[in-house]
C-alpha cells in the first residue's frame, strides 16, 4: 500500500500562483511515476503532469508552460508549481502514484480560481 498526503490547494485570484505537494509513504519502493491529475465538476480525470523515475515528464496539453512539476525522490514528494491560474483551472486536483501497474490516489485537494 502507498499512502499519499496533499497539501496546498485553495482559493486564488484569476492570475495568481499556487504549489502543490504529494509526499508518498508505506511501500513506496518501484513506485515509476508520480505526478497531478485533475477533476472540475462533471468531468472527468485528466492529466495534469506527471514525472518518471528516469525524469521524464508529461504535460496536458492545457498547461502551455503555466505549471511545473518537479520532485524530490528522495522523500519521496512530487510538486506542481502552477503560475498564471486562470477560472478553467478550478478543479480537485488528485496526485497518482504508479506501483506495480497500480495507481494509487491522493484524497484530493480543491483549487479554485476566482476574483
Known amino acids: 500500500q502507498v499512502q499519499l498526503a496533499e497539501s496546498g490547494g485553495g482559493l486564488v485570484q484569476p492570475g495568481g500562483s499556487l504549489k502543490l505537494s504529494c509526499t508518498a509513504s508505506?511501500?513506496?519502493?518501484?513506485?515509476?511515476?508520480m505526478g497531478w491529475y485533475r477533476q472540475g465538476p462533471g468531468k472527468q480525470r485528466d492529466l495534469v503532469a506527471r514525472?518518471?523515475?528516469?525524469?521524464?515528464?508529461l504535460y496536458g496539453s492545457f498547461v502551455k508552460g503555466r505549471f511545473t512539476i518537479s520532485r524530490d525522490a528522495a522523500k519521496p514528494t512530487v510538486y506542481l508549481q502552477m503560475n498564471s491560474l486562470k477560472p478553467e483551472d478550478t478543479a480537485v486536483y488528485f496526485c497518482?502514484?504508479?506501483?506495480?501497474?497500480?495507481?494509487?490516489w491522493g484524497q484530493g485537494t480543491q483549487v479554485t480560481v476566482s476574483s
Open positions: 497518482g502514484v504508479l506501483r506495480d501497474d497500480f495507481t494509487y
Open positions: 508505506g511501500s513506496i519502493a518501484g513506485i515509476t511515476f
Open positions: 514525472i518518471v523515475n528516469g525524469g521524464d515528464i
